[in-house]
């Protein structure tokens, strides 16, 4: 653990970061990476001259570091600035096949950046909207709605793979497999989930995998991991002498090439966690799997500290206790608005998170939309259980404010 933590040189500031699901901090490995880039003199990609071919390189090693993360295939990569701009772009080139009497199914479970975007363009083209709903006493997903649902009028199905304010893991591959039972796509918005458990665009049966690589020790930098051969049928807006390859003509204008190396070396620091021991001659991929089974059993057991803790205090409201979920607390201080719990943390150098965190439809169907959200608290790998304690004590010290 002192191993790990000494790799990020901003935990060295004193403060807990419990806001991890916001966005981690990145290890020396990742700032290196990205500053080698600069000072080894870098080009735009395509060019005769070694500068260019080396921001050719970075591309091509950031996509298949990417794929070794999540199980997919490098041509299939596709990069961008970030999840939502991303999803946007899919789903614009989605729907120009939907029409009136096609369908797409949202979850109220998931971020506004998995259903806006798709309740959007199912406007656009005047199709029909349906909601999976969440079971508010535990905020599961449940996965048996989805075969009413679905028909075959539906056109994609949209799931988060983990919600990133209570942390459920819903039964994705059941609802992939709901989705591709009546021909219809799945789109999972790994970004809540990627950080905290062995990725598998396969065994989860996503279409479209997106994620985040801010949100696990990398720079801000979005992918979405598809089938090549899907990619293939798909035909998105893109300039006349852009790329019209696969899965160039899904990227817009020139790269960040430095943050695409920060990215590869995330997955490389994420890689390197917990890996088998040596003699090991597996590949990448097995590595990431390992550090990755080992990173959701630390998580889990830091995480039920932080859980038991929580619901020891009278004055705390948790909400959500799915069965499977990620490090995320989600709760609410009697007496204290999330917003004000937030700040008393802070100024006992605590970072945690208040509102509703993007996850809209959530945060209403908990009935927490219109106060203010709730504060969350999100463990990852770099975490310790001095942070937990910390939050523990400073939770426990707010005493209700008496209301006169
Ligand atoms: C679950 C989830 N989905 C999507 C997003 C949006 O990601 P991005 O900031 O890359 O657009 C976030 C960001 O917090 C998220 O937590």
């Known amino acids: 653990m002192n191993r790990v933590r000494a790799a990020y040189p901003a935990l060295s500031d004193g403060y807990a970061y419990l806001d991890g699901a916001a966005g981690t901090q990145v290890p020396s490995a990742v700032i290196e990476a990205i500053a080698d880039t600069y000072r080894s003199g870098i080009g735009n990609a395509g060019g005769a001259f070694p500068a260019s071919e080396r921001a050719s390189s970075v ?61 959007q363009a199912a ?32 056109r ?41 458990i062995p990725a598998d665009v396969r065994s989860l049966g996503a279409d479209f995998y997106a994620t985040s690589a801010y949100k696990w020790s ?19 807006d893109k300039l006349v002498p852009a790329p019209a390859s696969v899965p160039g003509r899904f990227e817009r204008g020139t790269a960040a090439f430095a943050d695409l190396a920060g990215v590869t070396a995330a997955v490389e620091h994420l890689a390197a966690l917990d890996p088998p021991p040596a003699p090991f001659s597996g590949s990448r991929r097995d590595r990431v799997l390992a550090s990755m089974a080992a990173v959701e059993r630390y998580e889990g057991q830091l995480f039920a500290r932080l859980l038991g803790g929580l619901a020891s205090l009278p004055h705390v409201r948790l909400y959500g206790k799915a069965a499977r979920r990620t490090p995320t ?76």
């Open 123 to 154: 406007a656009r083209r005047g199709a029909t909207v349906r909601w999976a709903e969440v079971d508010v006493s535990t905020a599961e997903l449940p996965a048996g709605q989805y075969g009413e649902l679905v028909s075959e009028r539906t």
């Open 329 to 404: 607390a989600f709760f609410t201080v009697a007496g204290h608005t999330p917003r004000e719990v937030a700040a008393r943390l802070a100024a006992r150098k605590i970072n945690v998170w208040n509102g509703d965190n993007y996850a809209w439809e959530l945060a209403g169907a908990l009935g927490l939309r219109d106060s203010g959200g709730a504060v969350r608290a999100g463990l990852v790998h770099y975490n310790d259980a001095a942070d937990v304690d910390r939050l523990l004590g400073a939770v426990a010290d707010l005493v209700p404010r008496v209301v006169s």
């Open 59 to 119: 591309v091509a090693e950031c996509r298949r570091a990417l794929a070794d993360l999540t199980g997919g295939d490098p041509d299939g990569v596709i990069l961008g600035p970030n999840m939502t701009t991303l999803t946007y772009r899919i789903a614009d080139t989605l729907s120009r096949q939907w029409g009136p009497g096609d369908e797409v199914v949202v979850s109220r479970l998931d971020h506004d950046a998995n259903i806006r975007p798709w309740v």
């Open 218 to 236: 990398g720079p801000h930098i979005g992918t979405v991991v598809a089938d090549p051969a899907l990619l293939e049928t798909l035909h998105p």
């Open 156 to 196: 994609l199905v949209a799931v988060t793979a983990a919600s990133n304010i209570v942390g459920t893991r819903p039964d994705v591959a059941a609802i992939a497999a709901a989705a591709h039972a009546v021909g219809a796509l799945c789109y999972v918005d790994a970004v809540h989930a990627t950080p905290h």
